[in-house]
């Protein structure tokens, strides 16, 4: 789509620590990558959280006229790949496999379905080996015996996204410390094999690639050596992200890595993080059993993106709540065609308002709240709303839901609208011939299926409850 339809969106840039707008780098292009799962284990409703919101932004960003393409990529080889496959007894390439199609599985029921591209580390092993020679001959890495390490030190800007310094970095995170490292907070590029371990041959021995290398690797293969926006949880800042931008930069002498970084925060339940490592997390899988995906994503995305936000079972049931308000909202639009309104607003304002939030900093509380007053508006007109003013409410809950997949789907729900509307003449058939007795059957068996029927002097109205 032509960038001169887009939008003034703009963005919180972690790197820059302000509110920017959206420029890309290729006009009305916008290269996306976003951290994907380890796939050693189902995700938690709080990963969910991350890609949800990556999922709406796309979508959004798509809607604002801009040309997206996002990538995520796949873990699919970690230790802690290997020690499910240990404990387990089955292959890791099994294991791998097995959760990287039940995060897909996860993702088609959560409707998160804007990624165009899942990039496995284990396809790019010879994009990752050339970073690391390249990395090597400009003196940004070193072998020892067990590995090659990115050092740290040789890159001056290393700390830059997050404001932490180097010591602040765990030895051992993600990978076991090493006695050799010039520095603690040196990261592992490529790990020697040890006993057992699956490998790939390499000009530094067998091994396999460590965490942070996988990234850049995979992006400079589709984006090249720098691209628009990088997202993720808030808990990757430091130190992978900052890995992330110590190699591309060192190998590529260029300013960026990515232009704008957003970062999503935690969701909390019992007191904490949600962590698999943890164990204080829901799987989402879970989750789903018991709500659907509307009111999972509306739950999410009702907040300020980069905030924490908090899980109790009373707080996801207010969400429904307010959730079901506005879906009722909406279904009653369907009913009013060829009546004669008696309220007269403009439904305009309510969409112009959510774009404009969006527009700034990706409020999606805000926008949900402009929702919730027009849904208001609606109960408040009773249903009695002009086809031209029930048409442009409409438009207003199609579009949020375009973006956010928080409502029932519009061409099942007016499928099931004509449905019930066909039910609901042909019990006043039933009325005119005095026959009540099928007349308030019908009644009873709407009712129980949650269509709540209202009989006035100009007819009956309907609607969902």
């Given at each position: 789509?032509?960038?001169?339809n887009?939008?003034n969106v703009?963005i919180?840039?972690?790197l820059?620590?302000?509110?920017e707008?959206i420029?890309?780098?290729?006009?009305?292009r916008i290269?996306l990558?976003?951290?994907?799962?380890t796939?050693?284990?189902y995700i938690?409703l709080?990963n969910?959280r991350?890609?949800?919101l990556?999922?709406?932004?796309?979508?959004y960003?798509?809607?604002?006229?801009?040309?997206?393409?996002?990538?995520?990529n796949?873990?699919?080889?970690d230790?802690?790949?290997l020690?499910?496959?240990?404990e387990s007894?089955v292959p890791?390439?099994?294991v791998?496999?097995?959760?990287y199609e039940e995060?897909?599985k996860?993702?088609?029921a959560l409707?998160?379905?804007s990624?165009?591209?899942?990039?496995k580390?284990?396809?790019y092993?010879?994009?990752?080996?050339?970073?690391?020679?390249?990395?090597?001959?400009?003196?940004?890495?070193?072998?020892?015996?067990d590995?090659v390490?990115?050092?740290v030190?040789?890159?001056r800007?290393m700390g830059?996204?997050?404001?932490?310094k180097?010591d602040?970095?765990?030895p051992?995170s993600?990978v076991s410390?090493?006695?050799q490292?010039?520095?603690p907070?040196?990261?592992?590029?490529?790990k020697?094999?040890?006993p057992g371990e699956?490998?790939?041959d390499?000009?530094w021995g067998y091994g396999?690639?460590?965490w942070h290398?996988e990234?850049t690797?995979i992006t400079?293969s589709?984006?090249?050596?720098?691209?628009?926006i990088?997202?993720?949880a808030?808990?990757?800042?430091?130190p992978?992200?900052?890995?992330?931008i110590g190699q591309?930069?060192?190998?590529s002498?260029?300013k960026?890595l990515?232009?704008?970084?957003?970062?999503g925060?935690y969701?909390?339940?019992?007191g904490d993080k949600m962590?698999k490592?943890t164990g204080?997390?829901?799987?989402?899988?879970?989750?789903?059993?018991k709500?659907s995906?509307?009111?999972?994503?509306?739950f999410?995305l009702?907040?300020n993106y980069s905030?924490?936000l908090?899980?109790?079972?009373?707080?996801f049931?207010a969400?429904?709540?307010?959730?079901?308000?506005?879906?009722?909202?909406?279904e009653m639009?369907h009913g009013?065609e060829?009546?004669?309104g008696s309220?007269?607003?403009?439904p305009?304002i309510?969409l112009?308002?959510i774009?404009s939030?969006l527009?700034?900093?990706?409020?999606?509380?805000?926008?949900f709240?402009y929702?919730q007053e027009l849904?208001?508006m609606?109960f408040?007109s009773?249903?009695?709303?002009s086809p031209?003013i029930?048409?442009r409410a409409?438009e207003?809950?199609?579009?949020?839901?375009?973006?956010?997949g928080?409502?029932?789907?519009d061409?099942?729900?007016?499928?099931v609208s004509?449905a019930i509307q066909?039910?609901?003449?042909l019990?006043?058939e039933f009325?005119k011939k005095?026959?009540?007795?099928t007349s308030?059957?019908?009644?009873?068996?709407?009712?129980?299926?949650?269509?709540?029927?209202?009989?006035?002097?100009?007819?009956?109205k309907w609607?969902?409850v």
């Open positions: 789509m032509s960038s001169l887009c939008l703009k919180y840039n972690t820059t620590r302000t509110v707008e420029v890309p780098q290729r006009q009305g290269r990558f976003v951290c994907g799962p796939v050693y284990n938690h709080g969910a991350t890609f949800v990556f999922d709406s932004l796309a979508k960003l798509s809607f604002s006229g801009f040309e997206v393409f996002y990538l995520q796949i873990t699919d080889i230790d802690k790949t020690r499910v496959a240990s007894g890791w390439t099994e791998s496999q097995k959760f995060y897909r996860d993702m088609e409707g998160a379905n990624v165009n591209v899942y990039a580390a284990t396809l092993i010879e994009e990752i080996k050339s970073q690391i020679r390249r990395l090597l001959k400009k003196g940004f890495a070193y072998e020892t015996s590995g390490y990115f050092h030190e040789k890159f800007d830059a996204l997050s404001g932490q180097l602040k970095v765990v051992g993600r410390p090493s006695e490292k010039l520095n907070s040196d990261f592992v590029l490529w020697k094999q040890k699956p490998a790939w390499s000009p396999r690639p460590g290398i990234d690797a400079e589709f984006f090249g050596k720098s691209y628009d990088h997202g993720g808030k808990d990757l800042m430091f992978h992200h900052e890995a992330e591309m930069r060192s190998i002498g260029k960026y990515a232009k704008y970084w957003i970062h925060g969701l909390n339940f019992g962590s490592s204080n997390f829901i799987l989402l899988r879970e989750a789903l059993r709500y995906r509307q009111q999972i994503r509306f999410l009702n907040a905030s924490d908090l899980y109790t079972e009373d707080l049931k969400s429904c709540e307010a959730l079901d308000r506005i879906q009722t909202a909406y639009l009013v060829g009546q004669s309220e007269d607003f403009d305009g309510y112009s308002r774009r939030s527009d700034n900093n990706f409020d999606t509380r805000s926008a709240a929702l849904s208001s609606i408040r009773g249903g009695k709303l031209e029930a048409a409409r207003t809950y199609m579009f949020v839901d375009r973006i956010f928080i409502l029932k789907n061409a099942v729900g007016s499928d004509r066909g039910i609901i003449n019990r006043e009325r005095r026959d009540f007795a308030d059957m019908i009644r009873k068996i709407l009712e129980e299926s949650g269509v709540r029927i209202e009989d006035e002097a100009s007819g009956t609607r969902f």
